[in-house]
């Protein structure tokens, strides 16, 4: 097999990564901007939930209702067009999340995690471990993700 047969072969093999990171990308997409348009629909609602963790002063509980939300919709249509900085924004989140889940449960509480706005009440306080889950899996697809972008472009480059 020659050189060049050896590297068409390569990039014909390497279609499966980009694809897929795409498609992760997407899926992540999607569930930002669900989850924001979610929480905006009731964000008074989404306020009692931010308040039930007891991190913040309530002067920033209802602004943080309305930001966040909102972060989270430009962030997932942002990820659907590759519009620059849509990616670390959401890990960010992710991150923070990640964090308050980490604190509620360390704490024991028994409250709604919030993650896609207010939940049904006999569902809503059996959820900060799989949000937790949930939150890590999603970081691990945002890793994924960049991974994917970092052989799309050095193979391109060859």
Not at 9 to 21: W, Y
Not at 34 to 54: H, M, N, Q, T
Not at 57 to 76: C, D, H, K, Y
Request: aromatic share 10%.
């Amino acid at each position: 097999m020659t050189d060049k047969e050896k590297g068409s072969r390569q990039l014909e093999g390497g279609r499966f990564f980009p694809a897929m990171g795409c498609a992760v990308r997407w899926m992540l997409a999607g569930i930002f901007v669900y989850s924001g348009a979610v929480k905006l629909v009731d964000p008074s609602r989404f306020a009692e939930i931010i308040a039930g963790f007891g991190l913040l002063p309530e002067a920033f509980i209802s602004p943080l209702a309305v930001l966040l939300p909102v972060v989270e919709l430009v962030a997932g249509v942002g990820l659907v067009f590759s519009l620059r900085g849509s990616l670390p924004t959401i890990a960010l989140m992710l991150l923070m999340f990640i964090a308050v889940l980490l604190y509620g449960i360390h704490l024991g509480l028994d409250i709604d995690c919030g993650c896609f706005g207010p939940e049904d009440p006999e569902q809503a306080y059996k959820g900060l471990k799989a949000a937790l889950v949930r939150d890590v899996l999603m970081m691990v697809a945002v890793l994924f993700v960049y991974w994917s972008r970092g052989r799309t472009r050095r193979r391109s480059v060859v």
